[in-house]
């Protein structure tokens, strides 16, 4: 029952820009948008999360919808390091809510 | 931020064997989970504690256990490996996970 929706993949070069969406349209209004990502024989990194802010740290910038139905996890010069699965995911409020993983969306990045 | 260190960090068991993951934590965080990831798969979750000597099921608990000692460490049980339970598991305290657990069961 995945409430969010992500491309399976995407693909850009070194030093772009790469903006990688998510829809979530059914999200409740106590539900913060994180996302993950994850390299191969790697952990899921922790990147970012919102409420309904944009909000941005030294890994990305997110961009929340005015409606919360989508938000965009966005990624500049991006570097070969940055190549990974992206997860979009929604977490109840509270430190305590679990988070539910989906296939999320591979970004590869070229020299 | 504090570490999630899983131990080991990767494991062979035979089939209908015991196996422990162990999992600790620094920082003292009351919320600790175990994931398992099947290869091309996302991550699915099996316990959680959000106490010491307290556990829950997630979302696919069968065949395992979950042990809270202490407030810093959460152990994950199979009682009795099977070829199934083959895959890399992944334990996580707040927004932050392990390293991983990569379990093969033959």
């Known amino acids: 029952d995945a409430k969010t929706t992500q491309p399976d993949s995407m693909e850009s070069t070194e030093g772009e820009t790469v903006h990688l969406p998510c829809s979530h349209a059914t999200i409740s209004g106590n539900e913060y948008i994180y996302w993950y990502r994850q390299v191969p024989l790697q952990g899921p990194e922790y990147v970012t999360h919102?409420?309904?802010q944009n909000t941005t740290n030294s890994m990305a910038f997110l961009a929340i919808a005015s409606d919360r139905k989508s938000s965009t996890l966005i990624l500049t010069h991006v570097s070969l390091r940055d190549a990974a699965v992206y997860h979009c995911i929604l977490r109840s409020q509270g430190t305590g809510s679990k988070l539910s993983f989906g296939k999320g969306a591979k970004l590869t990045v070229s020299p | 931020e504090a570490a999630v260190t899983q131990s080991p960090r990767s494991k062979v068991a035979v089939t209908g064997g015991k196996v422990t993951l162990s999992c600790h934590q620094t920082n003292n965080h009351d919320y600790m989970y175990w994931y398992r990831q099947d290869t091309g798969h996302g991550l699915r979750l099996i316990h959680y504690?959000?106490?010491?000597?307290?556990?829950e099921k997630g979302d696919i608990p069968d065949g395992y256990k979950a042990s809270r000692p202490s407030q810093e460490n959460f152990s994950l049980i199979l009682e009795l490996a099977s070829l199934s339970q083959t895959a890399v598991y992944f334990c996580a305290r707040k927004v932050f996970f392990g390293k991983g657990t990569r379990l093969t069961v033959v």
């Open positions: 504690s959000y106490v010491a000597d307290s556990t």
């Open positions: 919102g409420l309904q």
